[in-house]
């Protein structure tokens, strides 16, 4: 498992359309066989930062991911959005076990 962290940061007067896109690609995103999570987060002190944590079950689902129609939608509609260039970090699994990631039933 391979899970990464997207730190975003919105202009203030995009956060509203900004959660539509995001939303929106997550709800397909969990549809891809290689993720097992994919959640946006949104920062309490300061609306406009969100994190979008993303579980990835190999490295090759990463590439498979951004060739999707549905990524490549999101990457264009919020990149006027973005108050500076968003960052990322990797990190490995440790705990719970990869089966504990997966999304129940009917999410």
């Known amino acids: 498992m391979l899970v990464i962290h997207v730190f975003i940061h919105v202009k203030s007067e995009s956060v509203e359309a900004f959660k539509m896109a995001s939303l929106e690609n997550a709800r397909?995103?969990?549809?891809?066989?290689?993720?097992?999570?994919?959640?946006?987060?949104?920062q309490t002190d300061d609306p406009t930062r969100f994190v979008l944590v993303e579980v990835y079950r190999t490295v090759e689902a990463t590439?498979?991911?951004k060739?999707?129609?549905h990524y490549a939608r999101w990457r264009d509609t919020v990149?006027?959005?973005?108050a500076e260039p968003r960052s990322s970090v990797k990190y490995a699994n440790v705990f719970p076990v990869d089966a504990g990631w997966d999304y129940p039933v009917g999410v």
């Open 28 to 42: 397909h995103s969990v549809r891809e066989p290689g993720i097992a999570r994919f959640d946006v987060i949104q």
């Open 63 to 65: 590439v498979a991911h």
């Open 67 to 69: 060739e999707t129609e």
């Open 79 to 82: 990149a006027d959005m973005m």
